[in-house]
């Protein structure tokens, strides 16, 4: 399972950009995921949980968004689909040179506003 030293490194370079910030603890991690990355997303939303104790990610969801796969279908242009089969989703032509749905990057980092407690929204109401 390749998937903890995956987030491993998610959660050195989150920490990192939290503590260059100056923000104690982070929020919500979202992460873009092609569908050819060949990680196995609750997987990675399981390790995250589990390897996030004790770092400033520590009960922040992790948000796993997949990327659909991308070509260039040579009878008819450029093609999208979301499932992991390699002809032209168009045309059935299997000559498709496809050119996204690798990818596995972080695509942002949420932190808490610096004037917002650990309250739930509806226990910071004052009444008036």
């Not at 873009?32 to 990680?39: F, I, M």
């Not at 520590?58 to 948000?63: F, H, I, S």
């Not at 008819?76 to 168009?90: A, Q």
Request: proline share 7%; net charge negative; aromatic share 4%.
């Amino acid at each position: 399972m390749h998937e903890s030293s995956i987030v491993e490194g998610i959660l050195r370079i989150v920490s990192d950009e939290a503590a260059r910030h100056g923000a104690p603890r982070i929020s919500r991690v979202n992460l873009a995921v092609g569908l050819l990355a060949c990680v196995e997303p609750r997987t990675l939303t399981a390790c995250f949980e589990l390897l996030a104790e004790g770092t400033p990610a520590e009960g922040a969801p992790l948000d796993v968004q997949l990327l659909p796969l991308r070509g260039v279908c040579l009878a008819c242009g450029d093609v999208e689909t979301r499932k992991r089969k390699f002809s032209c989703p168009s045309c059935g032509d299997d000559a498709v040179h496809w050119i996204g749905g690798r990818e596995l990057y972080i695509a942002s980092i949420e932190v808490p506003s610096p004037d917002a407690t650990d309250l739930p929204a509806a226990a910071q109401t004052t009444e008036g």
